[in-house]
């Protein structure tokens, strides 16, 4: 996994675990996303919306677990150009490499730790493409895309792009060196990502070593979520399973606990997992495709929007 790393994390702040007074979140159900294809055919595994309510996972909307594959030559699959409105959209390359271009000059090249941070909020259209070098040799593919919605104050916001290179995550420790936190965006025990959000959240990847356990204070006003990209272990106190591909829901608190199990599969050595939490907005969704807004009447506005070409054209470059 080429995600940013180190060679020795002991150099890096360490997060001290949370006290003895914490309250440590439990895990509430344990989630496997469910696989399916997105684009123009490329694998995902989706463990919200469809196994879960968004109600639970608010404020985020959709999680894509891309890969990982391992492209032939010919085989790599983007999106054709297309639509959104009314969240945003966080794509973060682990492996391989993703074009992104849209409609107001945004975009860029991203692979390797990288992750691309585009604000749809009033509207634009855009388009994520594997770059040609990897179309013809093929070769390895992982990310992981993830929605975050906007509230009804910001739904038309104007559109933003943060290229957010690798070698801006945030890095530290945890308080036993045995894991590797990245920190995308949000504060993870006072370690803050580089990220820019509207809506406030905390993002990290982190590497947990075979029979280390991370223990981290959180938010109590978020909700928190762990994703396994690969490996297994355990979540909370309680010591749950779960494993790649699975989403561990945590309930109330203010710490939680991820553990990696001894033994791990010699194709992927340590657990890899996704932090996620946010504040949750508590307003009302209303969906179609594209476009996530509060209101049926504003969905029917954003089609007549897209369809009069007031959310962009696509550029005369790329036609």
Known sequence: MPAVSVDDVLVLPHIPAPDAAAMQRPVQRIVTGLS????????????????????????????????AVEWGAGEPKGTPWHPHRGFETVTYI???????????????????GATQWMTAGSGL????????????????????????????????????????GSGQVALATSADGGSLIRVIAGSVGGVEGPGVTWTPITYAHVTIQ?????????????????????????????????????????GEGDAITVRADEAQDS?????????????????????????????????????????????????ASAR
């Open 267 to 315: 194709r992927t050595p340590t657990l890899e997992v996704l932090l996620l939490g946010g504040k949750p907005i508590r307003e009302a969704i209303a969906h179609h495709g594209p476009f996530v807004m509060n209101t049926r009447e504003e969905i029917v506005q954003a089609m007549e929007d897209f369809n009069a070409g007031r959310m962009g054209q696509v550029p």
């Open 210 to 250: 075979p029979g280390a356990e991370v223990r981290l204070p959180w938010n109590p006003e978020f909700n928190a979520m762990v994703y396994a990209l690969a490996g297994r272990g355990t979540a909370g106190n309680e010591r749950t399973p779960f494993s790649e591909g699975q989403l561990a829901w945590f």
């Open 94 to 112: 682990i492996d391989g490499a993703f074009e992104h271009q849209d409609s107001t000059g945004g975009g860029g090249y991203i692979s390797d």
């Open 125 to 164: 259209l855009h388009i994520e493409t594997p770059p040609e070098s990897l179309v013809l040799k093929g070769g390895l593919f992982h990310g992981v895309q993830l929605w975050v919605n906007l509230p009804a104050s910001l739904k038309m916001t104007q559109p933003r792009y943060q290229d957010i």
């Open 36 to 67: 399916t294809f997105e684009g123009e055919g490329f694998p995902v595994r989706r463990p919200f919306p469809g196994r879960m309510s968004l109600r639970d996972s608010d404020p985020f909307l959709l999680l894509d677990h891309m890969g």
